[in-house]
């Protein structure tokens, strides 16, 4: 049990519930950057800031110039502070770097920071709103735990810096902005950020069990076995409007092309090797009920097991959507919005989360390998920990939800933070003794 349990588990509350308050979605997370960044420095933690965090360029759907202005501005308004706002360069996010100046491993952490561009739930019974926290920036709510997250690496840093003369090696804490399909893993990884470490560990609030039933409170996943490859796209196309009475033989109907492009996206067929999924999500078309409809906008996106797997989908995707162009004789506008490589977790990491639950009495329910059936950018960052020959995995810590992810009614156990502290310093705790005896594995 960790010392001073019941004030750390008040911190974890009112760090969770100021996350929450003030909810930013991807690349505009500058308060909660800011914030990260001032408590790791005032546990003498140092911290890395902007283009010292990712690499220019990497970014998908970056906001202009303008947005991020005002999004900075904002986060000033807030309580940012002014000097580390200057540091970010219009970049979020932050990594720690707690060094023991001992010989050990090097431990990756990382915690994402970003919000859903969704409103949140405003009734009564909704947890945030009854106790006061429910976010007050409009179409920016924590839907999928990540204020949780950010709030447990902060605690975490908070213990293992009161501690680290008990520890060894190098321990980073990368508080990671955009996993909300931006890409924000991308431009860390081509820092090098993940190139020298041994042990990589991402948490998330709850995930689905083997047979689909959601992570209640007491339960943990160590790995994760089917990170799919997903490709996320937006299609326009550009008709021409005309009267479908008077003028009909004119017109260029782009809402007919989308139509038909979403549904023959939806029947591409499955690939034989594994799980292969695509789903057309958005689709806006036309002007009016008498008009051929001059313009359509679709977003969609496909995903496979492997990265094979998810070309074939994104191939298939794209001679249905230029097909459908040819078809109506319309011009195609293709977006690339992002980008996400598929990931496996290593049976080593694995049986350290499970190892480290074990002692743990918060967790009773284990479950050592978990069927995620989606995607984190956390698997760019597990894939580059792999290649330079450490090990990774993903976490479920399970809580009781509310509602689902992404619901804007989501809400989770607070009550789930703690034991993630604990388990993580077990694991931190577990590297360093590996390092001792000469095994990574």
Known sequence: MLQNAEKLEQELRELRRDFHKYAEVKWTEFRTTCKVAQRLQALGIPVLLG???????MQFSFPDEQTLAQEMARAKEQGANQELLERTEGYTGAVGILDTGRPGPVVAMRFDMDALPIDEENADTHF??????????HNCTHACGHDGHTAIGLVLAEVLAEMQDE?????????????????????????GLLDDVDYFFAPHMGLSTLDGKPLGSHAIMGGARDFLDSRRYNVSYIGKAAHPCGDPNNGKNALLAACNAALNVHAIAPHCEGMMRVNVGVLHAGVGRNTIAPEAHMELEVRGENDAIATYAEQKMLSVVRGAADMYQLECEIQVIGKTLSGQSDDAAIE????????IPWYTEFYPVGSVGGTDDASDMMRRVQEHGGIATYIGLGADFAASFHNRAFNFDEDALLPGVELFVKLIQQAGKRFEGGTRE
């Not at 945030?128 to 920036?137: D, Y």
């Not at 350290?352 to 002692?359: C, N, P």
Request: proline share 6%; hydrophobic share 35%.
């Open 352 to 359: 350290m989360v499970m190892e480290a639950a074990h002692e």
């Open 167 to 191: 520890l060894c090696g190098k321990i980073k804490f990368i508080f990671q902005p955009s996993e909300e399909g931006g890409g924000g893993a991308r431009g860390m990884v081509e820092r």
């Open 128 to 137: 945030p709103c009854a106790n006061g926290f429910s976010s007050i920036n």
């Open 51 to 57: 283009k010292e965090t990712t690499v220019p360029g």
